[in-house]
């Protein structure tokens, strides 16, 4: 029997492959627009009858869905006869048939295939095909069976508009029928009415379960959830939200679990409805990925990603196989990729085995196939449990000795009915979470307790190549393009606990960066600056380069320093400094302080680093007697200068340093220009002569070394009473960073949610704000100091700009004045916009006499 190439030329020609494009079958199958696909899913569709045809006539599934990509996408990929993806050396002919030119190039390569695979044509062919909701679904369903038809002779089956863990298992409830590993009924009233009557046993006589909120990104997991709501009953209250799978443009948009994961946040549309205390969960777009999430008591969002979800479904059969006493019997392990967090990792490696395979759910269902138990989970949310068949063997046969042995067999038993084995499955995964959270008597929060994640940061990166980007180490390192794995590796040793890799996706054209660190902050400035790296790579437009690429994130601790209002001798005239290394944003103690505190002048820095490690001795101000000091900027080419700037220093001023910045020994150098740092009382004068000394210090040490870039210094000084601040750089040429001041009565908020703004009532000034960048979204509130002058505030509230006349300064009547470049220091994230006032908090010195914290 030969092909018929009569019928399927004149079919393949109302499909014709568009010639500017190129189609790779990867871990997902195909996907991209679904405007592009029409000729591949023509092919796919003779491809799955030759799959089947090549199997002695095993059912061949074919799923049409893009899963939580946008909603123009689409895609399709091959399910094989036990619900598994397609074995890979299939997946290089769907690429060969994919991209075969025209008709005649299409059919010798389909003849190619026939003789290469020895498929007997003879044989019969069945495939069942199923779709998500996306608008291109139809047309492409049609190209399909046009594919089907064009081969002659396919026994297909139609599943409509079902999730993919559905197409999954019934293509192996459909293989297996009437056999002793029968899956199931070969319907989906067949796999509901498996899984819910093993989820019902599995938390009978247990305490109901508070209703559970579920986002269903507005795709067809949305039907399934009712479908099982119904089933359920008050088993398990369901409560569907984001539902809607006919507005054009919903699906997967702001929603669903990709968005949950990527942006580590409640999708918008639960804001009003998950309370405080509440766990939710979220589907992808075709309902095979599952993230959990809950809201603390004071409303703070927590997720619970594929990490977690692992270690809590890992621990409880682990523990049900050593309660049945089937320990030295049954092997659990866990597979992970190197999006595991850390912390993850760490916890269920003390527990049992664990491995790294690379990204994709065929590396991982494969791996996890060597465990007699294996649990894989990416951290994505896509993941199940596989038992083996030895395995089911001994559950079925184990006689246990005791009724706590029993109890826990049957647990087992039912696990095995409860999980969708075949590939990773929303719903499934939810009611098997369910069931251990029943079964532990745990909250979201007891359950996020079991080990603490390390925070980090997905980010993507849109390229117009990703297959330039070439990985080993289960996709941790980069071997193409060369030489920026060292660069990454770079940047990773800055970051405590840091940790970074880059890969390319299999179903979009972006290469994802992931990032792990100590800090939260430090995570996402990690993600950004790899993100950065693997821009420039790529070749991407300067001009053109997301902002938060080039910005430091300022997390890396911050700093407030006071002064009391009132004077009292035993306490003394030094300031008090409350430091820490965590962001200010997530420091409770900074609320509860700033709340109680009144003082006539604040000190207040948020820091990013530049120079040294992330420690208390590196974060500003600092204090020497009466004096307060902060930095915002760098000394550039420091260690060159580092020793210099040491030897110019007495004893005790040396040993006062106990950071490692630039900006510490910038202040310790200051010191050393008063004529006696210890006094408790300083003159504005002397205050401002010290600091311009000290500027000219810095230079010449700079020039010394032949410093080829420009420094910023802008420096802030304080003694309780006078302020000197800077906005300097050592260039001619260059911007230095931002630093701006407003003044006036009464600082106030004036609407819900930190817009305030400053009010003149007359003409003294009560209050003085000094900031590297605008606090408030009001223009007429700020003014900006001019680049290399110095502000100084007197203790009478006068505010002057002096100008630092030294090389370096520029005066109005030069043609300079008004054409200093600003890519260097807004590369640096250290300049804010000139067009519009920029509420974001910098690398901020800020003052603020007469009891306004400007932190």
Aim: net charge negative; aromatic share 8%; glycine share 8%.
């Amino acid at each position: 029997m030969s092909l018929s190439v009569d019928t399927i030329s004149a079919a393949a020609d109302q499909h014709p492959k568009p010639a500017h494009l190129h189609f790779q079958y990867g871990t997902a199958g195909f996907r991209t627009l679904g405007s592009t696909l029409d000729s591949v899913m023509f092919r796919v569709g003779i491809l799955a009858a030759l799959r089947s045809k090549k199997l002695d006539g095993k059912t061949i599934g074919v799923m049409v869905t893009a899963s939580h990509n946008p909603e123009p996408d689409n895609g399709v990929k091959l399910v094989d006869p036990r619900g598994e993806m397609l074995e890979a050396s299939w997946e290089v002919h769907a690429t060969v048939l994919a991209n075969a030119a025209t008709t005649p190039e299409f059919l010798e390569a389909l003849e190619a295939l026939v003789k290469t695979a020895r498929i007997d044509l003879a044989k019969p062919a069945r495939v069942v095909y199923g779709r998500d909701t996306r608008p291109s679904g139809p047309a492409l369903v049609a190209a399909l069976e046009d594919g089907l038809n064009a081969i002659g002779g396919v026994e297909s089956r139609n599943a409509g508009v079902t999730t993919t863990p559905i197409l999954h298992y019934l293509v192996r409830a459909t293989n297996t029928k009437g056999s002793k590993d029968s899956y199931g009924e070969d319907t989906s009233e067949g796999y509901y009415d498996k899984i819910s009557t093993a989820f019902k046993k599995l938390v009978s006589g247990k305490a109901a379960l508070p209703p559970l909120v579920i986002d269903c990104a507005n795709g067809v997991g949305a039907q399934a959830t009712i479908e099982f709501s119904k089933i359920l009953g008050d088993k398990l209250q369901l409560i569907p939200v984001n539902d809607d799978t006919t507005t054009p443009g919903a699906l997967n948009n702001a929603c669903g679990a990709d968005f949950v994961k990527t942006s580590q946040k409640l999708p918008p549309s639960l804001s009003s409805v998950l309370k405080p205390g509440q766990r939710a969960c979220s589907l992808d777009g075709d309902a095979d990925r599952l993230i959990y999430y809950y809201l603390d008591e004071r409303g703070s969002f927590h997720m619970l990603d594929g990490d977690k979800i692992a270690a809590l479904v890992a621990a409880f059969i682990v523990e049900l196989v050593k309660n049945a006493g089937l320990e030295e019997q049954i092997r659990v392990g866990i597979v992970q990729t190197a999006y595991a967090n850390g912390g993850s990792t760490k916890y269920l490696a003390e527990r049992l085995p664990v491995k790294c395979v690379s990204t994709g759910v065929k590396h991982l269902h494969h791996a996890a196939e060597h465990y007699d138990v294996g649990v894989y989970f990416e951290a994505n949310g896509h993941g199940t449990v596989l038992f083996s068949s030895e395995t089911t063997t001994i559950l079925s046969e184990h006689q246990p000795s005791t009724p706590a042995q029993s109890t826990a067999l049957n647990h087992l038993v039912n696990l095995t009915q409860l999980i969708n084995q075949t590939v990773g499955d929303a719903l499934s995964d939810m009611l098997l979470v369910e069931v251990v959270l029943a079964h532990k008597s745990y909250s979201g929060q007891e359950w996020d307790s079991l080990y603490v994640d390390l925070p980090n940061r997905l980010v993507k990166v849109v390229v117009a190549n990703r297959h330039i980007f070439k990985t080993e180490d289960a996709e941790r390192r980069l071997v193409s393009p060369p030489g920026l794995q060292a660069k990454i590796d770079e940047l990773v040793r800055r970051y405590e606990a840091g940790r970074s890799f880059v890969r390319p996706s299999g179903t979009e054209d972006v290469v994802r960066v992931y990032a792990e660190a100590m800090v939260k902050a430090q995570a996402d400035e990690l993600a950004f600056r790899v993100a950065g790296l693997v821009y420039d790579e790529t070749g991407g437009d300067p001009a053109q380069r997301p902002s938060e690429f080039l910005r430091p994130i300022n997390g890396d601790g911050f700093g407030v320093g006071w002064y009391d209002s009132t004077y009292d001798e035993e306490l003394g005239y030094q300031p008090c400094i409350f430091t820490s290394v965590t962001p200010a944003w997530n420091n409770v103690n900074l609320v509860r302080l700033t709340e109680k505190i009144k003082s006539p002048l604040v000190f207040a820095h948020v820091r990013a680093t530049t120079a040294g490690s992330l420690s208390l001795d590196n974060c500003h101000p600092w204090q020497f007697g009466k004096i307060m000091f902060m930095h915002n900027g760098g000394l550039a080419e420091f260690p060159k200068i580092k020793r210099k700037l040491q030897s110019k220093l007495p004893d005790e001023l040396f040993n006062f340093v106990t950071g490692n910045t630039d900006s510490q020994w910038a202040f310790a150098l200051y010191l050393s220009k008063l004529p006696n740092p210890h006094a408790t009382r300083f003159k504005t004068d002397v205050l401002r002569q010290a600091m311009l000394e000290t500027i000219a210090d810095i230079n010449s040490m700079l020039e010394e070394v032949n410093a080829t870039e420009p420094s910023l210094m802008n420096f802030c000084i304080t003694d309780g009473e006078s302020v000197i601040a800077t906005r300097y750089i050592n260039s001619r040429h260059d911007e230095a960073a931002s630093l701006w001041f407003s003044s006036g009565t009464t600082f106030s908020e004036y609407a819900d949610g930190g817009h305030y703004k400053m009010s003149k009532t007359d003409k003294r000034e009560n209050i003085i704000l000094v900031a590297s960048e605008p606090l408030t979204f009001e223009k007429a509130d700020w003014m900006e100091i001019r680049t290399n002058h110095m502000v100084v505030i007197t203790p009478k509230m006068n505010l002057l700009q002096v100008p630092i006349i030294d090389k370096y300064f520029v005066k109005p009547s030069d043609p300079e004045w008004s054409g200093r470049d600003t890519d260097f220091a807004a590369g640096k994230g250290l300049l804010s916009p000139r067009k519009e006032v920029n509420p974001k908090l910098g690398d901020l010195p800020a003052v603020a006499p007469i009891g306004v914290a400007a932190a």
